[in-house]
């Protein structure tokens, strides 16, 4: 996996990396990493 520079995950939890980091991780689809981060 490889992480854009300039990528922050901590100080923006709804951002669009967030959400591929999370779909990276999890092995899942954009809906489930949407369903997955709000509850962040």
Not at 17 to 25: C, E, P
């Amino acid at each position: 996996m490889t992480l854009m520079a300039g990528s922050c995950f901590s100080c923006n939890a709804k951002g669009r990396g967030a959400i591929d980091l999370v779909r990276a991780v999890r092995h899942c689809g954009f809906q489930e990493a949407v369903d997955f981060l709000g509850g962040v």
